[in-house]
């Protein structure tokens, strides 16, 4: 991305360059040309572009259709760094810049171009998203996303050079080599984030996952999982270490279940120690509750509609076994998150097991993250694999006394 008035300076230099030898070239024609070299169809197209951005205040009122550019400012959790996230910016030609490009035809600019862009120009997998400006046109709007490097197969990735670091040194680097804009853009990326309330949050995750999951032709597709049964099974799979082999009859509920397919797949692996399990099930998401519900009508009453934050049984159950991904909500919510489990929805003598999705660092495993949020781990699984090769981080345990509540 470029500011008109880089813009406007820069044709200005080629002009009198270029008027050294050809003393007849017009100014028309060298704008022309610099925008189209920059990604635009022509100089009003580049000019309407870079107009000022305006913050969007409700991303349900963006009219997505008529959107022709989005543009990416790409965050990764660091829990070391300002703010708890840096900045990743990527090499093209000579500059540091964030992803950039036009939707596709018939794209989704939340499902699909944001997660396209990012990938196809820096092999940048997002997670949680959210458009936080827009130009005056409304033509172009700029998300920030979370994620970070993209590990797997299964799309095309662009292996480039990347520069990260904490989102001020990013925006510094920007302006030195003359992005006042793009610099200000990442900076008004990080505050977004930083001031997100935590019911946006939750909108966007809505947003951003459920129709994906509903769109899936697979059930693991459905609980967000692009691979195969048997990529699924070695991902996924090792959960089943975290049951105790002493209970031969269990009843495991997954908050954050989205289809149930998790809670499900459970079944036939406990089955294979000899434990008889029962799935059950909470997402915040209504529609995929009911697809779980659609999916498993046997089972429609074991699926509930809640934020795993504060969800408790209607009629005050407990579960020997409750699994519960630590993502699904900020970091500084993660003591409260377990606190809650452990409060109301673990039985008494029971296991409470933590994932972290993904593949991410050992800073930001599981392990760390738990015992980060104040608690001790008592056991964790065996790290799971894709194609035979590490992958992810094992889940983890916290085991609940017998006696420790009424
Ligand atoms: C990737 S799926 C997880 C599926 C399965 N539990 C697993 O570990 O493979 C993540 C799900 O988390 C749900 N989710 C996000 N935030 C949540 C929250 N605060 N409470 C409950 N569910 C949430 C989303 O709707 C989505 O269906």
Redesign the pocket.
């Known amino acids: 991305m470029i500011d008109l008035e880089q813009a406007r300076r820069r044709a200005k230099e080629r002009l009198r360059q270029q008027r050294r030898t050809s003393p007849g070239v017009k100014l028309t024609a060298v704008q022309h040309t610099l925008a189209c070299e920059l990604g635009y169809a022509g100089w009003p197209a580049l000019g309407r572009d870079t107009e000022r951005f305006a913050p969007v205040d409700e991303p349900d009122a963006v009219v997505w259709q008529g959107v022709r550019r989005v543009s990416v400012a790409c965050l990764v959790r660091d829990p070391d760094a300002p703010g708890g996230a840096v900045l990743v910016l990527h090499r093209r030609e000579g500059r540091w810049v964030v992803p950039s490009g036009a939707p596709a035809d018939g794209e989704d600019v939340w499902d699909d171009a944001v997660l396209r862009i990012p990938m196809e120009t820096m092999g940048f997998r997002r997670q949680e998203t959210h458009p936080f400006a827009l130009d005056g046109d409304r033509r172009h709007v700029v998300f920030w996303v979370l994620g970070g490097r993209y590990a797997g197969t299964r799309m095309d990735a662009a292996e480039v050079e990347w520069w990260t670091g904490p989102v001020a040194d990013g925006a510094a680097l920007l302006r030195e080599q003359g992005d006042g804009a793009l610099a200000s853009l990442v900076e008004g990326a990080d505050e977004s984030r930083r001031s997100m309330t935590y019911e946006r949050r939750?909108a966007d995750?809505?947003r951003t996952?459920?129709g994906i999951?509903l769109a899936a032709t697979t059930a693991q597709g459905g609980?967000?999982?692009g691979g195969t049964d048997e990529e699924w099974r070695d991902a996924?799979g090792k959960l089943v270490e975290a049951l105790d082999p002493a209970r031969l009859s269990v009843r495991l509920l997954?908050?954050?279940?989205?289809n149930g397919h998790?809670a499900i797949s459970m079944v036939g692996w406990a089955s294979e120690i000899g434990i008889e399990l029962t799935p059950y099930g909470?997402?915040?998401?209504p529609e995929?509750v009911d697809r779980a519900r659609a999916d498993h009508p046997s089972l429609a009453s074991h699926f509930f509609v809640?934020?795993?934050?504060r969800w408790m049984h209607p009629e005050g159950e407990r579960f020997e076994v409750v699994?519960l991904?630590l993502d699904?909500?900020p970091p500084e919510l993660h003591a409260a998150l377990i606190q809650h489990q452990l409060d109301h929805v673990v039985a008494p003598g029971g296991r409470l097991v933590m994932?972290e999705?993904g593949d991410p660092p050992t800073a930001r495993s599981a392990e760390a993250l738990v015992t980060r949020a104040g608690f001790d781990v008592a056991g964790r699984t065996r790290q799971p694999t894709r194609n035979g090769r590490p992958r992810g981080c094992p889940s983890v345990w916290i085991d609940v006394s017998r006696d420790e509540r009424g």
């Open positions: 939750a995750v809505h996952l459920t999951n609980s967000g999982f996924r997954d908050q954050a279940c989205a998790l909470v997402d915040i998401a995929l809640g934020d795993a934050l699994h991904l699904v909500v994932s999705y």
